[in-house]
């Protein structure tokens, strides 16, 4: 399992992977939920951040300029024995363990890359104002799964992208949709993080 930590946080004014939620930082809600289902998880930190102990993992790698160089930084210390990975956004905090369970059984299942994606609530248009049917559309989230040897494949030539399955499908891969959760929210904006809080505050 990889959990990519390395971002910016541009949007939110900050690195809101070590913000405070409900008494912890952000990631530690998104680790817990990647060691529910795995055999090891690999965090990726900002550059620079590499030394700072991370007792819940079993590695730090600092990561990339770019989402993509840091799940690369993170594939590079996954053992090469894993046949199954899967690559979450420490930003999601919310993710459950029924939605990491669902994912990696789905890679078990037989494809090469699984995504949970939810119903866009929104109505969506483009940027002339035209309105897009929404009934086709779907939001993509993470925790993704794949099979090791997908995802190793299609990052081999240093690609960008804000999404891996989109590479796997891209390159031929078999990708299966799951059903995500409307409550796996990313923080974006620091209001994500209240609406994160409540969340949690609600289920005890
Ligand atoms: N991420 C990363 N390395 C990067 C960029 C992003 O590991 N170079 C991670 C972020 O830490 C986050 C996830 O990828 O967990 C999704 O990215 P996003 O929500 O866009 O976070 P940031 O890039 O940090 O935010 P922003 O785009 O606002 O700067
Ligand atoms: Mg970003």
Redesign the pocket.
């Known amino acids: 399992m990889i959990v990519?930590?390395?971002?910016?946080?541009?949007?939110?004014g900050g690195a809101?992977?070590y913000a405070d939620l409900a008494g912890r930082r952000v990631l530690d809600w998104s680790v817990d939920g990647a060691r529910s289902v795995a055999d090891g998880v690999v965090l990726?930190v900002p550059p620079g951040r590499g030394e700072e102990p991370e007792p819940a993992v079993e590695a730090v790698v600092e990561?990339?300029?770019?989402?993509s160089?840091?799940v690369r930084a993170g594939l590079a210390a996954v053992p090469k024995y894993a046949e199954v990975v899967l690559v979450h956004?420490?930003?999601r905090p919310l993710a459950s363990h029924a939605l990491f369970r669902a994912v990696a059984d789905a890679v078990i299942a037989g494809t090469d890359a699984a995504v949970p994606v939810v119903a866009v609530v929104d109505t969506i248009c483009d940027e002339r104002g035209t309105v897009v049917d929404r009934e086709g559309l779907r939001a993509v989230q993470t925790p993704q799964g794949f099979r090791a040897n997908a995802l190793r494949s299609v990052h081999a030539p240093g690609p960008e992208a804000t999404d891996d399955a989109t590479l796997v499908a891209a390159n031929g891969g078999r990708l299966r949709l799951v059903l995500g959760d409307r409550w796996n929210l990313?923080v974006?904006e620091p209001a994500d993080l209240v609406v994160a809080a409540a969340f949690l505050l609600e289920q005890g």
Request: hydrophobic fraction near 35%; avoid cysteine; glycine fraction near 16%.
């Open positions: 990519v930590a390395a971002g910016r946080g541009s949007r939110f809101k992977q990726v990561g990339g300029d770019t989402r160089a840091s956004d420490a930003a990313k974006t």
